[in-house]
């Protein structure tokens, strides 16, 4: 069944009476992926996430939901009703989850989503947020007035109060998905706005309506083959997208092919023949001088510089030139050659600007040779202001090029001959494992998440040699958390588990686990679920052991995760992590990531990284399902990257250090969602930036 309808998207976003060119953050258009639930092949999904409540998340926070509701429905099954009721209460699960955990900073969200089957539309909404339909003149709005008291917003009850509507469409329908400010304007101009030809023409109405503020999401729908009007940056087709991207992919590459680096070239042969016009010149000028000076004398008497003294200075006076030319270029090559390399950086970034942005390939080799000058420059002169800045620029665009984010690193601490491996976060309370002295640090930050209160201090029952209700620790696999017991666990490679309270760090318990004979080299450990299963990751038996808790005790053999039916892959593995649904990720050593459910192996893909972008390596995976953050990253050392992608396994963002040493042992990553801030540890040190 094809596709009955396109879907014509164009948004408002009214902020202090002034229009803001960028999308709602909140705002998703999403047709059917290759991989949707059987029944949902042929719908468009449609959402607005408003803020709602006294405090305002970041942006993140509602791009993250949007996504997140896209991917729910088409995984779903059912009717669409169904779907969206499911979607929309697990979302407020997810809200509710994080306000209890963060009751300081509750969020709430208003939202109206919408599906698109055949002619059948499906609305649904929550709290605050407003629909609207016109069709053939007749204008509907959902709800028709404001109400006196307004619906609770999601994550504000314990179940959401969602209001479903069906209709039905036909073509030049126009759908609105907006806050509740439109309810304000006057209905009948809306109306009109909306009958305008064209949804360019509409919207520039709906802007001369608003007031303070709006924002509103509106969508046409169209026969997929009828021919449009001009688009603008307001109103653009859901189907031609993918294929304008894939078109401009193209058109580079092929202009990339021709251009090269012709401009390179031309820059040198015009120097060379500037050169030599000079030189030229010169000379022309030093033969006449010669003719005037040393030709024979017009009278035929004897020339001063025909006697003997003069001869012999002519010999010496050369000798000393030279003499003196050596010495001077001996005594000040250091500086001549900086001032030479700086030279060329400068021309080479004049000419690299003006390489048009169209022409990538050629734009990136351009400045590739402006940053390994600039680079050169700066081992001449470490502290030249001028090449730092070349250098920032040329570094800037490459980056630009390969969507990398650079991000300031700030040091917290950072301990002599350490090596920090592992890092957690809770609440305010950090933990890292120091492989090296193979000891467990706890500290703590402020506020702001951006200092620390006090220094690094070691967990001492957490500390290889220690002895621990008479068991003595030896070098340590890994860390976990409980937040269910609220106790952070350590286990080391003889099987000794060791437990402390948070608030009790110096007076922790210790426990042999039963059958770990059956290990060979455990590398990753995991604490999942409400009643604290112990997972470990053991690569060389291509297993992962599960150990369950009884009484707060762990004194059960250990169970296999994959049997002899369902085998895993674990051959490259390096870490892994478990979500609350209990799939588990594997991530291995070059930057794969694979899924399993109940020992099954899932389709997962990471996809949407920039060409050449993608992980290569990995070292950590850490996962973060705070409703706000929803995020993998993976560690890579080896490109000093952080990767961020979204649950799903689609890019988001590759972050790397303004100074690139500063990442090149990364062990690993904590996610502060709340305040967008990551915790690093890096080789001895422990940093944070800012996303």
Known sequence: MAFEYEALVGHLNIVGGRAVSANPPGQIIEVAPAKAARGREVDTFFALVLPA??????????????????????????????????????????????????????????????????????????GGAVAGLWVEGVLTLLPDSLPREVPAALGAAHMPEIKLTRHRVATNTRLMLADHHLLELNPERVALALGELGLDLALVRMKENALLTLTLTLVEFVPPEMPSPPAVPEGESSVAVQQAVRGAETGARAQASSAGLGFVFLGIWRVIGGVAGAIGRALGLISTGIDKTFGPDPDGRKRWFQSSLVT????????????????????????????????????????????????????????????TVANRCLTLRADDEDSTRIRREAQGVIDSLDQITRRDAHLLQSLPDATFTRILLQGLDLYVLDSSRQRVYTTTLSQDGLSLTRSLTP???????ANVNGYVIGDFIDIGFSNSTDSLFALDTNGVLVQCRRRQVQECEAEQLRSNEDWSDPSAMVIWGSD?????????????????????????????????????????AVDFKIDRDGNVFILRSDGVVIKYFRAQIQEFRLGGFPPGQEPSNGSSLTLDEDPIGRAFYVASPATQTIHEMTLGGTFDANIKASDDTVFSALGGVASNPAQQLLYVASGNGIFVIQK
């Open 532 to 572: 604290d299963r112990i997972y470990l990751l053991d690569v060389p038996v291509n297993q992962i052991w599960r150990y369950d808790n009884s009484g707060g005790s762990y004194s059960g053999i250990a169970n296999p995760y994959f049997d002899g039916a369902n085998q895993g892959a674990l051959q490259l």
């Open 53 to 126: 409540g006294s405090h305002v998340a970041p942006a993140s926070f509602y791009e993250n939901m949007a996504q997140l509701a896209a991917e729910k429905y088409f995984e779903s099954a059912g009717s669409v009703t169904a779907a969206l009721r499911e979607v929309l209460t697990f979302l407020n699960q997810n809200l509710n989850d994080h306000n209890r955990q963060q009751p300081g900073q509750p969020f709430v969200a208003d939202m109206t989503c919408a599906v698109l089957r055949g002619e059948d539309l499906i609305i649904a909404r929550v």
């Open 312 to 371: 012999g200075a002519a010999v010496f006076i050369p000798v000393l030139v030279v003499g003196l030319v050596v010495a001077l270029w001996l005594g000040g090559t250091g500086r001549s050659e900086f001032e030479l390399c700086y030279a060329e950086a400068t021309n080479l970034s004049e000419i690299a600007r003006t390489v048009p942005s169209s022409n990538p390939e050629s734009l990136r080799s351009a400045w590739s040779a402006v940053l």
């Open 459 to 465: 967990i001492l029952d957490m500390s290889r040699g």
